[in-house]
Structure formats: structure tokens, C-alpha cells
């Protein structure tokens, strides 16, 4: 695993814990709460752009087949 991974998840687990942190207080910390939440969402965009598409093959834009016209 190399290390861009690991700080990904490192962001992604911090950020729910700070998430959580803050919003289980009596008192709700807005600014945690919001400091948490986009580290969450940092980490889980730095995942995302990593994962190849599912579609590929750029010929085929849609699901549609038209049929040949004799």
C-alpha cells in the first residue's frame, strides 16, 4: 500500500471521528463539525479521482443500438 493511500484513509477516518466528536457534545462545536466534514470529504475525493471508469470504450456513447437501414 503505498503512502498517497494511506493518507487518504488517515483523512477519511480522522475526519469521521472529528465528525462525530462534534456532534455528540451537549454543546455542538459548528466549526469542528465542519472541519471534519471536509476533511472527510478531502480524503474521499482523493479515493475517487484514482478509480478507472467503468465505460471505457468511448465508441459507444449510449445503450441505444439503431439498426442498418437496407
Known amino acids: 500500500?503505498?503512502?498517497s493511500r494511506i493518507i487518504?484513509?488517515?483523512?477519511i477516518?480522522?475526519?469521521?471521528?472529528?465528525?462525530?466528536y462534534a456532534q455528540a457534545q451537549k454543546q455542538q462545536n459548528t466549526y469542528l463539525l465542519i472541519?471534519?466534514?471536509v476533511l472527510l470529504m478531502f480524503g474521499i475525493y482523493r479515493i475517487s479521482r484514482?478509480?478507472?471508469?467503468?465505460?471505457?470504450?468511448t465508441d459507444e456513447e449510449t445503450f441505444i443500438k439503431?439498426?442498418?437501414?437496407?
Request: one cysteine or more.
Open 50 to 57: 484514482n478509480i478507472k471508469s467503468k465505460y471505457n470504450n
Open 13 to 20: 477516518v480522522t475526519g469521521g471521528l472529528v465528525a462525530l
Open 8 to 11: 487518504n484513509f488517515i483523512c
Open 35 to 37: 472541519g471534519g466534514i
Open 66 to 70: 439503431t439498426e442498418d437501414e437496407d
Open 1 to 3: 500500500m503505498n503512502i
